[in-house]
């Protein structure tokens, strides 16, 4: 027996454990959309002439946030629209993801900027992989990132930066920052309304879609991704946080969206609480801290 999509009829692609719905091709892609549509606008307000840029990697969740970016603003004549790609300088990882980005940027019209940390910070992921001591590799790559989107984004004139991060992504920072105790971080986290100098707020339009549905909404627009794991990856402490959140939503459906709306029910207490700290410029490389010196430029030291 064929199962029918619980809005139409029509034979049903996937099911959604935590709504109970079936779902076939357009409804999925209805059920993406509007959900990003209408908390792209409960993040704040971008401006009609507006300069938006959009951190692409050429994974899915990054590529995925490219179309529907160029979908809900690309109409907007004043608006204008940056793809920045760090390269990070992983050997048959990276380089093999620079190519998709490219690609969908030609095709959607978007301008295409690339920042490599071999560029900005002196040295590949590959080569600080083999001199980073007791750090993992993430700890050095999350940082140098930020820096490299920031910078580069302060060069184009972006007014908000959007990132591809999913529900599991969010859900999984929420938990890792409660766990370790760091209110100040949580009280951080984006998307950002409050803008701080010299630093760029975030837009996060997949905060609300689990990975899975980005993934298949890719696969039923058939739009082209990278898919592969960082080499570096298997290290990260993020990893244990996933593998706990994923048998939660296992057990309870609807988990991760829980944890996701329990702490945006805290956020105005948390950033009341926490308020941003003033900063300062960097000496070494003028980018704004709350420190003497900038975590880039403290993790530069460690590597040269």
């Known amino acids: 027996m064929t199962i029918q999509c619980l809005k139409c009829r029509k034979p ?75 390269d990070e300088g992983i050997q048959g990882y990276r380089d093999r ?16 900027h690339l920042i490599s940390f071999k560029e900005a910070i002196g040295k590949t992921m590959d080569e600080i992989s083999t001199v980073r001591g007791d750090l993992g590799e993430c700890s050095y790559c999350g940082v140098f990132r930020r820096f490299c989107l920031n910078t580069k984004a302060k060069e184009l004139g972006v007014d908000h930066l959007i990132t591809g991060h999913n529900l599991n992504d969010v859900a999984q920072s929420i938990l890792m920052n409660f766990t370790n105790g760091d209110m100040q971080k949580l009280a951080r986290l984006g998307p950002h309304k409050r803008i701080q100098p010299g630093l760029i707020p975030r837009l996060m339009p997949l905060r609300t879609i689990p990975e899975n549905e980005v993934m298949l909404y890719a696969y039923v627009k058939h739009i082209e991704f990278h898919n592969a794991e960082c080499p570096y990856a298997v290290r990260a402490l993020r990893g244990v946080y996933r593998d706990i959140i994923d048998v939660l939503e296992d057990n309870t ?47 530069k030291q460690k590597i040269f």
């Not at 105005?268 to 430029?297: F, H, I, M, R, W």
């Open 12 to 86: 049903s692609i996937t099911f959604i454990r935590y709504s109970g719905a079936h779902l076939c091709r357009t409804h999925v892609i209805e059920f993406v959309e509007r959900r990003v549509k209408k908390d792209v606008k409960k993040q704040g307000s971008v401006s009609k002439d507006a300069t938006l840029g959009v951190a692409i990697s050429g994974g899915k969740d990054s590529t995925v946030a490219l179309h529907l970016v160029s979908e809900i603003f690309g109409p907007r004549p004043q608006l204008t629209i940056h793809a920045i790609t760090v």
């Open 97 to 112: 993801s620079i190519p998709v980005a490219q690609k969908h940027c030609k095709h959607l019209g978007i301008e295409h």
């Open 253 to 299: 459906p609807g988990t991760r969206h829980s944890i996701l709306n329990s702490y945006e029910s805290i956020k105005d207490l948390l950033q009341q609480q926490y308020p941003p700290t003033s900063l300062n410029q960097c000496p070494s490389c003028g980018e704004p801290t709350s420190q003497a010196v900038c975590k880039t430029c403290v993790l």
